[in-house]
């Protein structure tokens, strides 16, 4: 009977040890098995994110992963031409003759629609990429600071050069202001990147410039290609002269919107 006891407490210990083992095994599988999920979610997160991400610096997302396709696409086309046609339109501003004026408002008009096609192909075609992101602010700059380069150099008839370099100088201050503080913005990212989202005054700021600069590239020497009189021709070129002065105002209240919502993360 006491061996059958002693046998009894024996297998029972052995039993318990066991047991004990295996919920310490348990335990520690069960800890190993929490924190593989964890390293692997985050993992499959990085590889699964979306990459249509609108990319507002270069410095945003760099290397192969940023992109969503190949870098020269459809989109990117569309703003590589705009870049070439700033020098043609330069080549041609300084040129004589009838065809001039219509051609350098043609060619400025056809660059400002590929500004809205590369932006509407890049978001139906899921298109975005890295470069395409930072070469689009810059061909925008570069049309836009040309044009009002030689506008100042070539002012139409009937308008004194200061007024149009007044508003020129604004509007090329402002641009090159935002773009270090959108750079700045960049690099800090979260709420100050957010700041600096482009807000209603900015896109009309960019709409009023454009026609502004179409209606004066084409006022260079009169609207007599367009059939116009003289005095009518006058009429559209001052009303042009007018909505560059009102895009130049444009730009110094969206600047100062920009400004009154980064100047917290600057102290």
Not at 27 to 36: A, L, M, Q, V, Y
Request: hydrophobic fraction near 50%; charge should be positive; aromatic fraction near 8%.
């Amino acid at each position: 009977m006491s061996c059958r006891t002693g046998l009894a407490k024996k297998t029972s210990r052995a039993s318990s040890r066991i047991r004990s083992s295996g919920s310490c095994i348990g335990h520690c599988t069960s800890r190993h098995h929490n924190r593989k999920p964890g390293a692997l979610s985050r993992f499959l997160f990085r590889m699964a994110a979306p990459r249509q991400t609108v990319f507002a610096s270069s410095v945003d997302s760099a290397g192969p992963e940023s992109r969503d396709g190949p870098t020269l696409n459809i989109p990117t086309a569309l703003t590589l031409i705009r870049v070439a046609a700033v020098p043609l339109v330069t080549l041609i501003f300084f040129m004589r003759g009838a065809w001039v004026a219509p051609s350098c408002c043609t060619i400025f008009i056809c660059a400002a629609i590929t500004d809205w096609a590369d932006g509407f192909l890049a978001r139906k075609l899921r298109l975005v990429s890295s470069f395409g992101a930072f070469l689009d602010p810059v061909a925008d700059k570069l049309m836009v600071a040309a044009a009002l380069v030689l506008l100042c150099v070539h002012a139409p008839p009937d308008v004194g050069g200061a007024f149009i370099a007044i508003p020129a100088t604004i509007i090329i201050g402002r641009e090159i202001t935002m773009s270090a503080l959108r750079e700045w913005a960049a690099s800090a990212g979260g709420d100050v990147h957010d700041a600096v989202a482009v807000n209603s005054f900015g896109k009309w700021k960019t709409a009023t410039q454009l026609v502004a600069i179409s209606i004066l590239l084409g006022a260079r020497d009169g609207f007599a290609w367009l059939g116009l009189s003289k005095d009518a021709g006058m009429l559209l070129t001052k009303a042009g002269s007018c909505c560059l002065w009102i895009s130049a105002g444009l730009a110094l209240l969206s600047m100062g919107i920009y400004m009154s919502g980064i100047l917290k993360y600057m102290s």
